[in-house]
């Protein structure tokens, strides 16, 4: 993909090596790895000797995005960036203003190939994985542009997350580390349409992040329909592999389930979720809870939103049953920042 070295990708102890193998002492690594994450441009890196930032503009890769366009929402201040990469390709961010603190969604591949039929991300493919460096550099491009300090992060724009596994796993070492951005892993989601071999995966190494699984059907029948990867991997192997995920981590799992009119959103459909759910975990204590998401009408798709006072219904019959649901705030909703829209309008 690219020969030049990526910089922004290596930990502190491989950034080390590479600069030792430059001639240049080990404590360069301490110098440069902070600033680095920062975003600090290389030239500007006051404490290294002019003649290593001038070879390491030129010889490394800078992997950190730049603003091709960005749209403001009018009603809630949600920011949606169209980032573009070194190599001309464009990917999506979004920014949300909470009490609490900003979030930004990032996205981990260019394209997408899990073919989730509400979803415009998928509808041409993937391009490819995004490395580590260019899933960081979306939040170091995006506290730059806003002068916002991002603390929360999640994996919920463009692409798979555990499509792209090993570089996925490394951005998480990287934005958590002590002397990089140190957000913590507990401010991390990272949310999978059920790629079953990488949950299990993900579990072994044990992290403190949040896992999200966008479940959005109740039977094979109806998840294999509009969820391609269900064909793969079905409901019951998906909830086994949560299941186990919860034990060996001990974090709960958040369902996401998009409510997509006509299709999955009737009263059964609640009935069906609870059940389902409820009895995938029982005996493991483990708290249900699922975020509903009316779904964002992509125009070249045609599925349509259900009624607010159906999806609050709907949340509604899930408590009743045990199940802690939530209907989603809209952010955004005048930005196009439903995943992928606006990549596609600009290509
Ligand atoms: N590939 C990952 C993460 C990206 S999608 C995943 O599938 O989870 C992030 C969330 O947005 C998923 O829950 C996805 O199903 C949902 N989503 C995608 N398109 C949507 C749309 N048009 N309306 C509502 N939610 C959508």
Known sequence: MTEKTDLYSMLPSELEAYLTSLGEPKFRA????????????????????????ERLSAETLNPIPTVEKKLVSKIDGTVKYLFKLYDGECIESVLMK???GNTLCVSSQVGCRMGCRFCASTLAGRVRNLLPSEILGQIIAATRDSGERVSNVVMMGIGEPL???DNVVRFLALVN?????????????LSTCGVVPKIHELAELDL???LSISLHATTDEQRSAIMPVNNKWNIEELLSACVSYYKKTGRRISFEYTLIHGKND???DAYALARLLT???????????VNLIRVNEVAEIGFKNPSTESANKFAELLNSRGCVATVRRRLGS????????LRRSNS
């Open 30 to 53: 301490k110098q440069l790895f902070p600033r680095l994450q920062d975003g600090t441009p290389i030239s500007e890196i006051s404490n290294l000797p002019k003649a290593l930032r």
């Open 98 to 100: 909470y009490k609490h």
């Open 163 to 165: 499509d792209n596994f």
């Open 177 to 189: 580390h002590a002397d990089g951005l140190n957000i913590g892993y507990r401010h991390i989601s």
């Open 208 to 210: 403190p992040i949040t």
């Open 266 to 268: 009737t009263e059964a």
């Open 279 to 289: 009895s995938a975990f029982r005996g493991t204590g483990a708290p249900i809870h």
């Open 334 to 341: 005048d930005i196009e920042a439903a995943c992928g829209q």
